[in-house]
């Protein structure tokens, strides 16, 4: 093992590679807010990989509904009890440092072992500790669609007395779009003994070397978020590719420009804006995640670095929230219930282009509108947001109030 520094738990953790950082991290950040599970993402991705035969049960994008659906089932919950070792290892977070601010540890300091550091003390003769799922739990992958969670299970005649509002809502269930989270430390990588994964240098996004696989499955075990997929057909296991040719730019709809994933660019509810983590703070995805801090990864405590980073839902109990997103999530959620000026203008940017932005510029309107929020003065202007492609060109831009347009008379329609 040696050393590595992740940024999402605060500290240094051990890992089996050294730590090498890619030139540029392919990211995305999802608004769960605003996805509907309509599953187009997830068949946007399976009819442009996942149609031979063998991969029948691969869903590299899945949308699941929490908190009792998962693909493979029960696959969070699984791992955080192998983790967490029955309280041995207190999956706990502290805040109180000094550096909580600092870009060294912006959640705080995670004080619990990652699936990295549990697998040493526990003396496993692996890289980090797993589990594979068995043939069943794969069968069925929107297990549990709609199921919501309730204070009142089972008791049929209180649901009239029952009434949402927020911030918690009684009754509540959230959807969450997952694919492979490229993460910064793979446990897939660090489990192969052949070491048929690698992450590319160039955009950090993580494959297996089909030639080299040898269908060991140490990386089905070893992922914490069960995103590598065995194929019996093939004995070899495959997993998201990050629609690599897109990312290169080789798709001749963006004319060489590199070009967001299937999955992103198909969502209906606009929920996904796909890029790369960088030094750039102009950069739409590295303003929401490293200095606005609203986008937030899926269960940092396993220690693998994901790069998918998710903005909260309102409504889902905040103790729930904190276990999956981590300690920062009630203020994301804050800044996220009363957006700046900034935020407000880059939500807009979600969904408006194939090309992939990397850098923002916002044009300030005049203030439209008024009002409170959590006892809060909430002012709102009609800003411009613009999305830049990587060598400067203008992709697309839009005012934050959606501008209408009346008919003239004589193009009413009449039934
Ligand atoms: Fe590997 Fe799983 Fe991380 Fe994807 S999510 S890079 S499959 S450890
Ligand atoms: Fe959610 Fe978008 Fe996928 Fe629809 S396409 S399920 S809105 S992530
Ligand atoms: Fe390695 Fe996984 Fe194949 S462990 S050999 S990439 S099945």
């Not at 001749?252 to 996904?272: D, L, N, W, Y």
């Not at 839902?313 to 997103?325: G, I, N, S, T, V």
């Not at 400067?392 to 004589?410: A, D, N």
């Amino acid at each position: 093992m040696t050393l590595v520094h992740n940024w999402q738990i605060g500290r240094k953790m051990d890992y089996p590679y050294f730590e090498s950082r890619p030139e540029r991290q392919f990211a995305a950040v999802f608004n769960t807010n605003r996805c509907i599970a309509c599953q187009t993402c997830t068949m946007a991705d399976k009819s442009t990989w996942l149609y031979s035969r063998g991969q029948e049960y691969m869903w590299w994008n899945n949308v699941e509904t929490k908190p009792y659906g998962g693909y493979p089932q029960h696959w969070d919950v699984k791992t955080l009890a192998l983790l967490s070792n029955n309280g041995e290892n207190p999956l706990t977070w502290s805040t109180e440092k000094d550096d909580k601010d600092n870009k060294k540890s912006p959640y705080g300091l995670y004080e619990g072992e990652t699936i990295f550091e549990a697998a040493k003390t526990r003396n496993l003769n692996q890289w980090a500790i797993g589990y594979i799922p068995t043939d069943k739990e794969w069968r069925f992958p929107n297990i549990d669609e709609d199921a919501a969670a309730s204070e009142k299970m089972n008791n049929e005649l209180q649901v009239a007395q029952e009434y949402s509002t927020l911030p918690v809502h009684k009754r509540w269930f959230f959807y969450l779009a997952r694919l492979c989270n490229h993460c910064t430390y793979p446990g897939c990588l660090a489990a192969c003994p052949r070491r048929a994964i690698y992450k590319r240098k160039e955009d950090g996004i993580v494959l297996i070397d089909q030639k080299r696989c040898r269908g060991y499955r140490k990386c089905v075990e070893q992922c914490p978020y069960k995103k590598t997929m065995y194929r019996a057909q093939t004995r070899v296991t495959e997993k998201c590719v990050a629609c690599y040719p897109r990312i290169e730019g080789k798709d001749p709809i963006t004319s060489g420009r590199p070009m967001e994933t299937r999955c992103m660019s198909a969502c209906v509810g606009k929920i996904r804006m796909q890029g790369f983590l960088d030094d750039n703070p102009k950069n739409p995805i590295t303003w929401l995640v490293k200095h606005h801090k609203v986008a937030l990864p899926l269960y940092p405590q396993f220690g693998t670095e994901p790069n998918v980073y998710y903005i909260p839902p309102r409504w889902a109990p905040r103790a729930y929230l904190r276990q999956m997103f981590g300690p920062e999530v009630e203020a994301a959620i804050e800044k996220y219930t009363a957006p700046s000026r900034e935020l407000l203008a880059i939500l807009q940017l979600f969904r408006t282009t194939q090309t992939i932005i990397y850098e923002y510029r916002i044009e300030q309107g005049p203030k439209v509108y008024e009002t409170t929020i959590n006892g809060k003065k909430w002012e709102y202007y009609n800003d411009t947001a613009i999305g830049l492609a990587k060598d400067g060109t203008e992709l697309v831009r839009l005012t934050v109030e959606e501008p209408t347009y009346e008919s003239p008379k004589e193009r009413l329609n009449s039934i």
